[in-house]
């Protein structure tokens, strides 16, 4: 046993803070609250069903993730957000169209009773999107001080002890670091002078981190991703982990790229295709946006193949990702793969997968466990990029020099071994040698 790191004991209720009451973050609460019922189960989060493996194999030490930390309860979770529609969490999650009626209904006073608060928004970002609940300011840095006003006045309103910050927001269209970007100095000066290269989600960001909140990027935004915002959270003591959730055809395609390398198989081409029709699907339907999320979905198989060192099985790999809007199927996406595979002695084959998967149900358990590790990293002294998280993102943020871990295999046995490590237990390296000495 080593010295295990210390953690503050999550005492008192945990504010989330969403940016976004969309199909997401009204699925996420929702479930929330009827696991909290006892009407559903929490199908999916390693914090809520997960094990975690102990000392050895003859041991038989297997606990429950939240067992062996120290996570907020569900009991203790309060929820608040932004957005620039109107509509209270009960009627966004019936437009969004993820969650049975019959299961609404029984959370729904629940549910209406969290209603979005007016958005930093700005039709330049989202091209798509338009909406009346929107911040007025004369600048960028006012309509920041007015997030950490809600930001404060959700915390005294409902006694809570600590609050975490995640996007859930809309993509916002392809960015690349600016000067104003580059440390904290010339990014205030940036809020204030409306500098452009400056979207509403870097000001949410801004006022999460400026309170001493943790932050999670949903989405492939840029956002917390730059130098000032990076300084900002080490010097305010802040965790942050992005970009981009982990679902659907992306952790379908870290599942299986690994399994092919594993092995040696090579791999001509890759085609991923998907059609979706929630509001997602029509943000992303902007070429801007699309942009940024083609940037996050592409990266994947570079990283986990690693052409440069397997020229002859992946060099010239053609892959191709299409998202295409189509309205009918609302948030029950259907994706197809099409793999061309190469193997012994240069021998053709080929892979299909056809997945009919719900974009949402993927997504909430995701936001239920970051907001938990999040918390948990904040109490355990720990700030800026938490790269034990990338196991939930597409686009895993990760140190300046470094490249970012993809395969979801090496991502969870990251976690878990943090996990370890923050209880002081063994680090589990798989060489097992041990038991036939
Ligand atoms: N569902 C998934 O599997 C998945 C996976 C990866 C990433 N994402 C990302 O998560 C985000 C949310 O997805 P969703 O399906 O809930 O989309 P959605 O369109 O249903 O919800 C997004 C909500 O954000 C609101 N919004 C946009 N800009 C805002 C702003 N500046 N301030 C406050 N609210 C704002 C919109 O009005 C909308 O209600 C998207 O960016 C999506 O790309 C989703």
Not at 163 to 173: K, R
Not at 201 to 208: D, R, T
Request: proline letters at 6%; one cysteine or more.
């Amino acid at each position: 046993m080593k010295q295990p790191v210390e953690i503050t004991q999550p005492t008192g209720k945990l504010g989330i803070l969403l940016v976004g009451l969309g199909a997401v973050s009204t699925t996420f609460i929702a479930g929330v609250m009827a696991v909290r019922k006892g009407i559903a189960s929490p199908i999916g989060s390693l914090t809520q069903m997960g094990t975690i493996r102990l000392g050895r194999r003859t041991e038989g030490r297997s606990p429950l993730v939240k067992d062996l930390v120290p996570l907020a309860s569900l009991e203790d979770l309060v929820f608040g957000g932004w957005d620039i529609f109107e509509d209270d969490s009960y009627s966004a999650a019936h437009t969004a169209g993820v969650l049975d009626e019959s299961l609404l209904e029984q959370i729904r006073p629940e549910l209406e009773a969290i209603t979005p608060w007016p958005a930093v928004f700005d039709r330049r970002y989202v091209k798509r999107l338009d909406g009346p609940n929107v911040k007025r300011g004369s600048n960028k840095m006012e309509l920041a001080q007015q997030v950490r006003e809600d930001i404060r006045r959700f915390k005294a309103e409902n006694g809570l002890a600590r609050l975490v910050m995640i996007w859930c927001g809309s993509t916002e269209i392809f960015m690349t670091p600016s000067p104003a970007h580059q440390s904290i100095e010339a990014f205030e000066a940036g809020l204030c002078a409306n500098d452009l290269t400056i979207p509403s989600s870097m000001v949410y960001a801004y006022a999460a981190l400026k309170e001493g909140i943790p932050f999670a990027n949903g989405a492939p935004n840029l956002t917390v991703d730059v130098p000032a915002l990076m300084e900002l959270a080490q010097q305010q003591g802040c965790p942050v982990a992005g970009k981009d959730f982990k679902t659907g055809q992306t952790l379908i395609k870290t599942v299986i790229a690994p399994g092919l390398k594993a092995r040696l198989i090579g791999v001509r081409g890759w085609y991923s295709t998907n059609i979706l029709g929630n509001r997602d699907g029509e943000v992303l339907d902007d070429p801007e946006s699309f942009k940024t999320k083609e940037e996050s979905k592409k990266s994947v198989l570079d990283y986990i193949l690693q052409p440069d060192l397997y020229p002859q099985l992946y060099k010239d790999l053609c892959h191709v990702v299409r998202i295409n809007y189509y309205p009918p199927r609302g948030d029950n996406k259907e994706g197809w793969d099409n793999i061309d595979l190469v193997g012994w002695l240069g021998y053709p084959m080929q892979l299909k997968i056809n997945f009919l998967c719900r974009d949402s149900i993927l997504a909430a358990p995701i936001v239920l466990d970051l907001v938990l590790f999040l918390d948990l990293a904040a109490r355990a002294g720990w700030s800026g990029i938490q790269e034990w998280l990338s196991f939930y993102f597409k686009s895993p943020m990760h140190a300046p020099g470094l490249y970012p871990e993809h395969d979801l295999f090496i991502q969870l046995m990251k976690l878990k071994n943090t996990l370890r490590y923050l209880k002081g237990e063994e680090l589990i390296t798989h060489l097992g040698r041990e038991y036939y000495d």
